[in-house]
């Protein structure tokens, strides 16, 4: 299933996911868009986001199931937005004509929860995110985990995941499930992007795919 006004940001951390939703909301035409993110404003995201902090140690299969909760919410649940920050409720905003960006998204689960919990489709993230519409539009930020790093760096912050080894594992596991669901899926388009381009230049190319999208 596809939700026809979706559209999602993807990349391992560092890749400039968020530099490049901040970029869009400068649009004129933002207005248009809902914009939020995974994990959610609501209570599991919040809960989750201390995990990612290394606040609250979860097991693997904890965490996935958890994520999928919160994106369950993110999709499903009651719609609430705060000002153009939608919280839950992407379904309802998209049926209803509102455009809806995401930064990360089931994606994000199949990758990361991937790199211990497997990627096949008999694995745990497969079976708990496999139901869930896709995108219409699907930008992934490809970017070598050294660089993202060094990026990560320069904001003095790190959460669990940001380590080489696993962001290379979890870019590895990014391709694969991003070729699996666009091939049993034609109808998401993929836009890879070469993350260490200039912010600028990426702007405009996203820009671009998206009103290309609605003409």
């Not at 993110?74 to 000002?83: E, F, K, Q, S, V």
């Not at 694969?176 to 912010?199: F, Q, W, Y």
Request: a negative charge; glycine letters at 10%.
């Amino acid at each position: 299933m596809i939700l026809h006004k979706f559209i999602v940001f993807e990349g391992i951390d560092g890749a400039g996911t968020s530099t490049q939703i901040a970029e869009l909301k400068k649009r004129p035409d933002a207005a248009q868009f809902f914009f939020t993110a995974e994990p959610t404003e609501g209570e599991t995201g919040k809960f989750l986001r201390r995990m990612l902090r290394g606040d609250i140690p979860l097991e693997n299969t904890t965490a996935a199931y958890l994520f999928a909760a919160d994106r369950n919410e993110h999709i499903y649940g009651t719609p609430a937005a705060d000002g153009q920050t939608l919280i839950h409720g992407i379904a309802d905003a998209c049926t209803n004509g509102r455009t809806v960006v995401s930064d990360r998204y089931l994606f994000s689960s199949l990758a990361y929860q991937g790199v211990g919990l497997g990627t096949g489709t008999d694995s745990l993230p497969w079976q708990l995110n496999g139901r869930f519409p896709l995108p219409r539009l699907l930008f992934y930020f490809d970017i070598d985990p050294s660089v993202s790093l060094r990026r990560i760096t320069g904001r003095g912050i790190r959460e669990i995941y940001e380590k080489e080894a696993f962001l290379r594992q979890a870019a590895q596991n990014y391709r694969e499930v991003i070729a699996r669901l666009s091939a049993g899926e034609p109808e998401m388009k993929v836009v890879i992007l070469d993350a260490t381009k200039g912010i600028e230049e990426l702007s405009d190319t996203i820009w671009a795919e998206i009103t290309g999208l609605k003409a």
